[in-house]
């Protein structure tokens, strides 16, 4: 079954590498306005809750029954981020550093499709949307094999895409979905070098390792988010217990939000209780070091295993440090290369910030909610990559090209 598919999205690449910007729009804006019919709404909310109730009763963590969970509002979103897509400029084509040679030949860069693009991932299911958008406007085909808790919301919104596709007149191969969700089929589709360009797994830390553990084919790592935020000394109270409250509490089981708070002690006794006491509006567990702690003392202590958690639940650590090189160490030894903000004052401080920590996004003042593709303007994103060879951070169109060397002579030889 696997080497059908692949055969077929091969094909697909090959199809959509002639396809020209206005048919891909096309295309992009056939599936959007599919997507929000009446009819397609209803047909994909129902498989949406066939998957919630088996999410339910297997006992999954209401963070991430709602990171499954699809809504009228949610697939506008996903119809709104191809819309986007379709209105943003097209990479595929783009000549770049063209120079001449002494010898009078002219070389240079072309941006190409990657070809065909494999996609892992966990729940989600705006991520099969997402996806199919970013690789066809980029003319990759792509490979979908996403979880058994979405496997029906998966099956409606491929199912909504390649009928919108086929309407006018553009093969529905450019979408595939694995629906057999076994390990055993996951494994044999990461070992797909032969019809699959690259791998990209969309997931926790157990999927993403085990893809990189597994496979032949090669892979982009979107990493998990245990994403920090650093509460400076100069740092304004309620700035802080805003963006903490952001960060942690907007989406508790997204990659961006704030799992870790580290906060310099001369700020500890002014900016602790305020930030405790709005977190304890959405119930979250604090686990402290002791410092923190005899600051706050309605808390839980600390293990060294919660620096490096990612909790993606209604919980966050505080650690207490003693300048902004000891918060630097510290994120840097515990981060996951996702994002990482700090809150100050000191322009100093937040350039070194900037500068020293190595993370995909680093931010100043801001919540680390933002890290996303959408929020960049890029319409939507295929991942955040944590990796620093040939995409980093959240992953646009340009993300899913290469580029090929193009040379111009008039007869030269060596």
Known sequence: MLIELGMKAKEAAVYLNRLSVNRKNEGLFAVAKALVTDDN?????????????????????????????????????????????????????EVTNMTIRPNGLRIGEKRVPLGVIGIIYESRPNVTADAFGLCF??????????????????????DVIKKALKSVDITEDCI????????????????????????????????????????????????????????????????????????????????NACE?????????????????????????????????????????????????????????SVKTVDSIDEAISHINRFNTGHSEAIITNDYNNSQKFLDEIDAAAVYVNASTRFTDGFEFGFGA???????????????????LTTTKYIIYGNGQIR
Request: charged content about 25%; hydrophobic content about 45%; aromatic content about 4%.
């Open 260 to 316: 870790s708070l580290v906060i310099h002690s001369k700020a500890l006794e002014r900016v602790l209780p305020v930030i405790a006491e709005k977190l304890k509006e959405k119930n979250v567990e604090l686990r402290m070091d002791e410092r923190a702690l005899a600051v706050v003392g309605d808390a839980i202590k600390a293990t060294d295993d919660d620096w490096g958690t990612e909790y993606l639940d209604s919980i966050i």
């Open 381 to 399: 994103e295929i991942g955040i990559s944590t990796q620093k060879l040939h995409a980093r951070g959240p992953m646009g169109l340009r993300a």
């Open 176 to 255: 595939n979905l694995i629906t057999d969700t076994s390990r055993a089929t996951a494994t044999e589709f990461m070992r797909l070098n032969r019809y699959v360009d690259v791998l990209i797994p969309r997931g926790g830390a157990g999927l993403i390792q085990t893809v990189v553990n597994n496979a032949t084919v090669p892979v982009i790592e979107t990493g998990t988010g245990n994403c920090h935020i650093y509460i400076d000394e100069t740092a304004d109270t309620d700035m802080a217990a805003s963006i903490v409250f952001n960060a942690k509490t907007q989406r508790l089981g997204v990659c």
């Open 41 to 93: 709404i209803t047909y994909i909310l129902k498989a949406n809750e066939a998957d919630i109730a088996a999410a339910e009763e297997a006992g999954m963590k209401p963070a991430l029954i709602d990171r499954l969970s699809l809504t009228k509002e949610r697939i506008f979103a996903m119809a709104e981020g191809l819309e986007q897509i379709a209105g943003l400029s097209d990479p595929v084509g």
């Open 137 to 158: 406007k980029t003319g990759n085909a792509v490979i979908l094999r996403g979880g058994s808790d979405a496997i029906n919301s998966n099956k409606a919104i491929v």
